[in-house]
Structure formats: C-alpha cells, structure tokens
C-alpha cells in the first residue's frame, strides 16, 4: 500500500512539473507609459481602487500565469509566475508565440509584431490593430477604436487549469479503474473516489433520469461533476485559477446538457414542448413559446448560476483578504489581518461547501432536465 | 454602476431573500414534522433554492 | 448584460468546448466505463451471493422439512409395523386357540364315536354272550326234555300244530 501511493503521488508531482512552462521566469516590466489604468500601476497593491481593480483582474482569464509580484532592491515591481503561449487567429492567418511577449503589459501598450500582424493585449483580450496603426487609441468609453479583437486560442491561465484538473481526473479515476483488475474493494486514495462515483450514479444519475435511461448519460454526468468540483477547489488555493468562474467555460458545460438533452428528446418531450396535452387548444398555441422559451432558460439559469456563484465568492473572498490591507490604517496591523483572517477563515469553509454544492447543483439539474426529455409519459 | 442599478439589484436581493426564507423555512417545518424524510426534503429544498438562485443570479447579471 | 457579452471569450468558448469533448471522451473510455462495469459486477456479484445464500436456507429447511417428513413416515411405518404385529400375534393366539378348540372337539366326537363302536361292540357280544349263553342253557334244558319222552313228544306235537296252524 505504502509504495503505491507514493508512485501515485510522485505521478502528480511529474505531471504538475511537467505543466511548468517553459521559460519560468521572474520578469520585471517598466516598459509602459499609460499609468491611467490603476492596476496597471507599479508598487504594491494598497488602495481601494487598485484593489477593486486587482480583484476585477482576478476574475478574469489571463494570458499567463502569475503566483505573486514584490518590489525587489532598486524598487522595482518583480513578478513572479510564468507565460503561457498565445494562439491567435489573426486577419493573417494563426499566430503563435509566448504571452512573455507582451512583457505583463495588459494596458494595450506593448505592441507585438508578429509577421504583420502588430498585436496588443488590453484588459486580458488580444486586439490586433488595423493597418498602418502603430498605437492602440480608445474612444470616449474606453474601448478600442482603431483595433478589432482576434479569436483568442491560446492556452489561458482557465485552460491551462482545465488540462490540469483534466489530467488529475483522468490519472484519479484511471487508478481506480485499474484497481477493479486486481480486486473488488480499492484501497487507498480509490476509496475516496468511489463512493464519490457512487453518490453521483445512484443519487443524482439513477432518480433523476430513470432506471431505463440513466446509464447513457452517466458518463457526460460524472465528468461534469468532476470537473466543476475539482476546478471550485483549485479555485480555491491560492494558485489563483478561476476556471468555472469563467463564462465561457460554464457556457461551455451548459451547451452540453442543451445539447443533450434535446438530442435525446422523444417523441413525448417535443409533444409536451409543442402541443400541450391536456390543456385547451388555444392555452397550447401560449404555451408553445414558453416552453420553448424554457428550454433555452434552463441551461442559461444552469451557466450564470455557476458563474456567478464562483465569481462572486472568489471576489467575497478577495475582499475580506483585502480588509487586512485596507483598514490597516484605521485597526492596525494586527487587528486588521485578525478580522481579515477571521472572516475569510469562515468564508473560506462556506466556499468549500459551495464548491461542492454548485458541481451537486449543475449535475443535479442536468439530469433532471435530461431526465424530462427521456422520461416516458403515461398515456392518460 | 449606477443609483438605478443598485436599487434594482437591492430589490432582487429583497425577493430572493425573501423566497429562500420561504423554502429553508417550510423545509424546516417539514423536517420537523417528519424527521425521516429529511434527506428527500434537503434534496428538494436544494434545488429549488438553487432554481431561485439562477433567477436571482440572472437579473442581476441583466442589470450589470 | 453588456459587460457579460464583452467579458464573454468566444476562444475559449472554443478550446472549451474542443478540451472538453476529448475530456469527456478519455473519461468515458478510460475511466467511467471500467469502473462503473466493475461496480455493476460487483453489485450483482453481491445480489447473486445474497440470492444464492436465500436459495441456500431455503434448501436447507427444505431438507429438515424433508428430514421431519422422513422422520415422520418411518415412525408411522414403525408404528403401523407393531399394530400388524400385535394384530397377527393375536391372530395367531386366536388361531391357535380355535384349532385347539376344533381338534380338542375333533378329539372329543372321535372319542364319542369311538365310545359308541366300543359300546355297540360291547352290546354285540353281550347279545352274542346272552345268545351262547341261551343256546347252552336251552341245549340244557332240551337235553333234559329229551331224557323224559312223552313229555316231548307232547310238546313238539303242540309246537307242530302251532306251526301248521300258522303257515
């Protein structure tokens, strides 16, 4: 027992240095001008609005990954993290480099060239500039005039994440798997997993879709439901993901269960969608759009609640962090961190319990929803 | 955001405030009345709440 | 709802949606239908055992109630066995007696016709000694008659007349 969980450890170890970049660097940048963006100012992070600023940055996908910034001797901001590569789709065709191109410059300053295509990065969205511009100018609401955004390929900090949590899943559930070879009951790490794999399929899979149907979707729901607890917990370490507080991602998951669940509609599903039964004629020529509104509401409701709830904690928790810098002046120092502590310390355990709560919530509905359009009616 | 944006968000906070009052505590009730179906009600109670939650999330990302 | 559409990243939207099906797709193959399979074996591996050990006890109590039948049947043929027995030994006894009683009755009437042979046997020679008996006496007498002449002479002339008389 002992040396298989070592082996097992030491694959996670390889795997996460193995996901270390390869230019890993601590790079300093003091190399734009526009000190108009807040969080783009050098120094520590220690005012309200940097703050705010810092926590809206958070929020947001980026472009590398970045642990921590000090200010170092000659007071110079140092960051340290590493970059990710870029991959974008430019009017030129694909191009392809590090972020550490843009030198941690998020204010459109920094033009990259890359044959042709001069390319800034502004608020974690990579515009590329029109023709002949050399500089990136906004208009009176601060958006870029004389660029257009690009379709953004790259592997993002939230990619980046999904491929870690993807690989964890896989190298988890894969030793489980190969446990069932050598005996009945694992031991180990695998007898954490399977009750989790249980409670999924005979909880949320088996009451929700029906005896008859539920084995089909297991596996989309399981996955799902792995994947959305295991990315809420990365979000919570100080590593900084926010992978299911991105809306892409939670668009992503609900188009899944849309998806699904229409393709696996019967007859009975589209009948009680199109033509009510039951109700008077002219209630089911009202009723049509509404249910057809409904099936689109469903997995929209399903991707702001999940993204709003994880953004709304990782900023809840940002906050309360914060307290200990910005009432610093008015509690002290010891004072400030004891009451940041304290409250972020609780937050904290109620996000954990969020985390799993909300993976529970999505997985939950998306069998209830899957389980509406394969359920059979009983003709009346 | 603005003043009109707040007061519409602290109105959606009012309402859902007040429907998951509504479910926790008829959940509760529930529970009380009937100790051995607490798992079949907390169930239910989860998804309702969550189902309140979506709404409530949703107008107030509209708002945004 | 503005800055939700702005905030909204199409590429990543397509990585996701790319990153995710191979994801799906791996976990399905490589980890949920191995184990889900082996769990489902397990389960019916366990429900086979529970039906099996059920199937078991039944037999079980079949056989006892088997055993209890068995049991039962011997005691009753044991019992019936001892009723013959006591009927046939009666039987026997009343047998026995009967033929007793018939050869002892059989004994007797033997014995009683025997007796009256005997008894006829017996009267015969009475009557064959009373004949002799007379038949000396009379050769007596008539021994004596002879000796005195006139006198027989008379009577056989009155047994003559007699005789002639009657025929």
Known sequence: MKPRRSTLSALYFTLLVAFLPLDLQAFSFNDFGDKSSAQQEEGAVDTQEKISAYIEHHIKDAHDFHLFSYNDAEGQRKHVGFALPVIVYTSQGVRAFMSSAFHHDDSGQYVVEKDGVSLVKYHEKIYELNEKEVHLVFDASHHPENAHAVLDLSITKSVFGFLLVSMLLLIGFRSLANQYKKRSVPIGFGRVLEPLVLYVRDEIAKPNIGEKHYKRFTGFLLTVFFFIWASNLLGLTPLGFNITGQLAVTFTLALFTFIITQFSGNKDYWKHIFWMPGVPAPMKVILAPIELLGTITKPFSLMIRLFANISAGHIVVMSLISIAIIMKSSMGVVGATALSFALSFFLTLIELLVAFLQAYIFTMLSALFIGMAVQEHDHH | MTVPNLVGAGLIVIGAGIGLGQIGGKAMEGIARQPEATGKIQTAMIIIAALLEGLAFGALFLGK | ?167
């Open chain 3, 1 to 167: 709802m503005e800055q939700l559409i702005n905030d909204f990243s199409p590429g990543l939207f397509i990585m996701q949606s790319i990153l995710m099906l191979v994801v799906i797709f791996l976990m399905v193959k490589f980890a949920w239908k191995p184990i889900v399979s082996s769990l489902e074996e397990r389960e019916e591996g366990i429900k086979k055992a529970l039906e099996s050990a059920e199937q078991a006890k039944a037999e079980m109590q079949n056989i006892s109630s088997a055993n209890e039948q068995l049991m039962k049947e011997a005691r009753e043929e044991r019992e019936q066995l001892m009723k013959e027995a006591r009927d046939t030994k009666l039987k026997l006894i009343a047998d026995a007696e009967e033929a007793a009683q018939e050869e002892s009755a059989k004994i007797v009437a033997k014995a009683k016709v025997s007796i009256e042979l005997e008894k006829k046997e017996a009267l015969a020679q009475i009557k064959r000694e009373a004949a002799q008996l007379s038949v000396a006496l009379a050769e007596k007498i008539l021994k004596a008659e002879l000796s005195a002449p006139a006198k027989n002479a008379e009577h056989i002339d009155k047994l003559l007349k007699e005789v002639s008389l009657k025929s």
